[in-house]
DNA sequence: ATCATATGAGACAATAATATCTCATGGTTA
DNA sequence: TAACCATGAGATATTATTGTCTCATATGAT
């Protein structure tokens, strides 16, 4: 059971990180350890550094966020609907989500153009479920997009404090952004 | 004209640290006074430590906030019209803003009350204009305070970004909230 | 012109965070 | 059991940041 404890210290600290730095962006890497019950030089055994650390969380932040819009889109048959799984995919990600948008990341081009990239097919979503009518056709992308964003992160936010169900808060972000930005009755 | 400079370099140094740290909430004091265009003793003299730099930073963001909504208020008829004044004047002060939710505030009581208060404030307004029609009442004062604040931040980028000028920003996010929580058709 | 005050620049010390290394331990595999 | 590996704990070094101090300078007030 050698790499399946090698993997459950890891990710851990990736967990442990993600849960502090979305708090509080500026934790120090003592309280990431700490958080994830591990010895910084555990940490440091991972994570050569506190900039790798962070590289990695961005690398995996995008992945997994790909990975659970992807699979939700599996067998749609419709642009709008693959804009609803995606929220509902994402919402319980709300931190790496946040992670990705608030994180200053330095020099990293590959990193760079990867979110670039994501953001871009997002455009081209909306702008399909725009086609679709699901949008007013007035409303420029860019808001709609940034109001997607952002009421994932509300959404998170109610999940986190238990004010909502997973199910309820993705119910209320879709409602909210879909009445909120369609077409006037 | 003492007093006018003299307020003019403590000025830029808050106007620097709202625009630095909303970026990058852990950026050191020599980033914040470099662009303020100030040395880093100055900084510190008008601040003697980080803490109390965060601690001014905040009063003053509550304090512009209060300001800006409560002048924003003068002479309306209604609760609903009152959110819509209140949106748009506090859209402009989303660093303000972010600034508020992100940093953490150690354990100063009285900073933590006050922002209490006013997220409280916001609270009984939204259930003041659902009385008045605006929301739907199925929805809970919760989710609608959560979908204003992060549209409010949503509004706040678009302006930064040149994406949208303040009045239509503004006008976005008003029809966002109340088309996606009103009630529907 | 003179004085007071705010400032910038830079030296300096104190502190906190980061990174490296060693060693003892406990669990895993062979 | 023996060898192995990841780990925790802690010592240590290296930076980066923070906070204090001094001095020369500029600017405004009188």
């Not at 081209?124 to 808001?143: P, R, Y």
Request: aromatic share 8%; proline share 2%.
């Amino acid at each position: 059971m050698v790499k399946s404890k090698r993997l459950s210290a890891r990710e851990a600290l990736i967990e442990a990180a993600f849960e502090v730095l979305s708090r509080n962006p500026g934790a120090s890497l003592s309280r990431i350890a700490g958080f994830a019950g591990v010895g910084r030089a555990t940490l440091h055994r991972h994570f050569s550094s506190r900039q790798e650390l962070l590289q990695k969380l961005t690398q995996q932040a995008l992945q997994e966020m790909n990975e659970a819009a992807e699979q939700a889109c599996v067998g749609v048959n419709s642009y709008s609907e693959a804009l609803k799984k995606t929220l509902t995919a994402v919402i319980p990600l709300g931190d790496r989500y946040y992670f990705l948008t608030r994180e200053p990341i330095e020099e990293d081009t590959e990193l760079k153009k990867a979110i670039g990239q994501q953001t871009r097919e997002m455009e081209n979503l909306v702008n399909a479920a725009k086609d679709e009518g699901l949008f007013d056709s007035d409303i420029s992308t860019d808001w709609i997009v940034q109001a997607f964003d952002h009421l994932i992160y509300a959404a998170w936010e109610c999940m986190r404090n238990e004010t909502a169900t997973p199910a309820q808060a993705s119910e209320l972000a879709w409602r909210t952004l879909t009445l909120g930005t369609g077409k006037r009755a």
